[in-house]
């Protein structure tokens, strides 16, 4: 095979034949590593385990526990789920209807907590159908399948997906500036994917299937825990928002990242900024009136993971209450944080200003009590340079017109506002739900979106570096994992506060930044995944977003105070 090549893991030094996979060599050292090892990683780089090693070097492995590695081992699933799917209705010759139905497509829609919601088209999903597809998916993980790469031109790679009816991913990649397209088989079912694929289908030993709705949940193993499926534990609402959200997209006719394209260079930007922000608009003038219609609402609790907009949500569901005749006072929870001194420490033996106990809890409760009682009362200021409370004669005092807009992390949580009657509190859950995917089999995260947005904001407004803001966002996540989403269902709305546009809109100001991320620094790696998915949209300025847009919180040019 030729010379040996010299390779390092950790303080370990190994030679191996050049032309030596990954793969291979990571089975020397799986016995270091907690979980199973799907990637490797070279010189900053990313590598699937298919890959030879021609060149001495230091090598690490990731893992199914691992963010990147978790995200590999879902589009393993995702493809396996497809070509098991496609094997079964052709081998069983299911039929719906007296037509005889076929499927046409499968529709890989939106992650509902670990678990991946998907429609089919053509044909009824039963559990029967599903029990089959899934034992097809055990046979091919049992048969270790290899997920064949290869690398095509872009004229060609529209062929296939004219010829697999995929035709998101034929719009999606006529946008396209690459010269060559990457195209994954399995076992003869070939497919198109944003990211890395494991090297074989052996890996893939954790996911479920379920009929949920009018069509299916593939339920995938949790990052944290990446060797077992965990209860499903339903989000109706959450659902409801998210098939709303699509139902938004499918409204306009832009669903997908081509259609989106389609419209903006067939000049028809404007008039879609248009249309989605009066959406926006009535829903937020549907839950205004819905509060206003019910005296008892004194406290309106808002809470929502980092970067959904609440601060100018609140602002603006604020005016529409105003329109019924009701004056509204905002009121952060940040002006409730315990003096510093007394501020709860993490494990590593920093401040924790995410959890509950960060919180003025008692004094909070007495004065939104006293309030409630029509008592007069003197608020709090935080003052976050001296780390303490403040009192500055913010007086308020609740008439039968007055209403408290609360904004904070905790809202959600009754134990925040345990003294308030139920009946006192109106819950309002905020998120940016995006209401398009890449194609028919590539979703766009939810979770992706917001880092988009908060990486732009932090740049703006506090000088935070791109990769800061993906160094923290890890602690982020685990403190709205903890904080946020296990409140979710107990809201009385939720608010989804994506823009169908905004990725088109955020691309230029985020490739800014995440081209300044150097290259021998850790968050390199989520850096060229981000600018990787950017470049599937083509950029639009912000000259016809509202002053009172929410984009407008991340972009800047906002007439509120965000």
């Known amino acids: 095979m030729g010379n040996d090549v010299r390779i390092t893991v950790g303080d370990q030094v190994a030679t191996y034949p050049e032309g030596t ?11 270091q590593y907690p979980w199973d090892i799907i990637l490797a990683q070279k010189k900053g780089k990313l590598v699937e385990l298919n890959k030879t090693v021609k060149e001495d070097g230091e090598i690490s492995f990731v893992t199914t526990g691992d963010g990147s590695g978790h995200k590999t081992y879902d589009r393993g699933v995702t493809l396996l789920m497809l070509k098991a799917f496609y094997d079964t209705v052709k081998d069983e010759r299911i039929v719906s209807g007296t037509d005889g139905g076929e499927l046409k497509n499968i529709f890989v829609k939106h992650s509902l907590g670990d678990s991946i919601y998907c429609e089919v088209e053509g044909i009824p999903v039963t559990g029967e159908l599903l029990a089959r597809v899934e034992e097809r998916m055990r046979e091919l993980v049992s048969r270790d399948v290899v997920f064949e790469k290869r690398s ?11 010829k697999h009816k995929m035709l998101d991913k034929k719009k999606l ?44 949940l593939l339920h995938m193993p949790n990052k944290g825990k990446p060797d077992r499926i965990r209860s499903f534990q339903d989000s109706p609402k959450l659902f409801q928002t998210l098939q709303e959200a699509s139902q938004w997209g499918k409204m306009v006719d832009v669903d997908t990242v081509g259609a989106l394209n389609d419209v903006i260079t067939h000049g028809g930007a404007s008039d ?54 009701l004056k509204p006072h905002p009121i952060a929870l940040d002006n409730y944080f315990k003096n510093r001194e007394d501020t709860p420490l993490d494990e590593n033996g920093n401040y924790n200003f995410e959890c509950l106990e ?6 909070f409760n007495r004065q939104m009590t006293a309030l409630l009682a029509g008592e007069r009362v003197e608020l709090p200021t935080f003052n976050f340079v001296l780390g303490k409370m403040e009192f500055k004669g913010d007086y308020r005092q609740l008439g039968e017109e007055d209403i408290l807009v609360i904004e904070g992390i905790h809202g959600l949580n009754d134990k925040l506002s345990y003294t308030l009657p139920r009946e006192s509190k109106f819950k309002i859950y905020i998120s940016a739900l995006t209401q398009i995917n890449i194609d028919e089999h590539n979703r766009i995260s939810t979770t992706d979106g917001r880092l988009i947005r908060r990486m732009v904001r932090d740049a703006r407004t506090r000088g935070t570096s791109a990769a800061n803001t993906i160094a923290m966002w890890p602690s982020v996540r685990r403190g709205e994992d903890q904080y946020i989403f296990p409140f979710q269902e107990e809201a009385d709305v939720m608010f989804n506060s994506a823009l169908i546009y905004e990725l088109a809109v955020l691309k230029p100001y985020a490739e800014s930044i995440l081209f300044g991320i150097p290259k021998d620094i850790p968050e390199y790696i989520e850096a060229k995944r981000l600018l990787k998915f950017l470049d599937y949209f083509i950029g639009i300025n912000t000259e016809d977003i509202p002053k009172n847009s929410l984009m407008r919180e991340f972009v800047g040019g906002s007439i509120f105070h965000v």
């Not at 060599?25 to 016995?31: L, T, Y």
């Not at 219609?293 to 609440?310: E, L, Q, R, V, Y």
């Open 21 to 31: 996979t990954y793969g291979e060599i990571a089975k020397d050292f799986r016995e």
């Open 358 to 363: 960060a919180i003025d809890v008692e004094l």
């Open 152 to 162: 095509v031109n872009t004229s060609e790679a529209l062929e296939i997906f004219e």
């Open 272 to 325: 879609l900024i248009l249309v989605q922000e009066a959406l926006q608009e009535k829903k937020i003038g549907e839950i205004a009136e819905r509060i206003a219609k019910d005296p008892s609402k004194k406290f309106i609790m808002i809470a929502g993971p980092s970067s959904s907009g609440k601060t100018s949500f609140s602002h603006r569901l604020s005016i529409q209450l105003r329109t019924f005749g």
């Open 173 to 216: 990649f006529e946008y396209r500036r690459v010269s060559r397209v990457n195209i994954y088989r399995l076992d003869g079912f070939e497919d198109y994917y944003y990211g890395y694929m494991p090297a074989s289908t052996g890996i893939l030993k954790y996911f479920s299937l379920q009929v949920y709705d009018r069509g299916f």
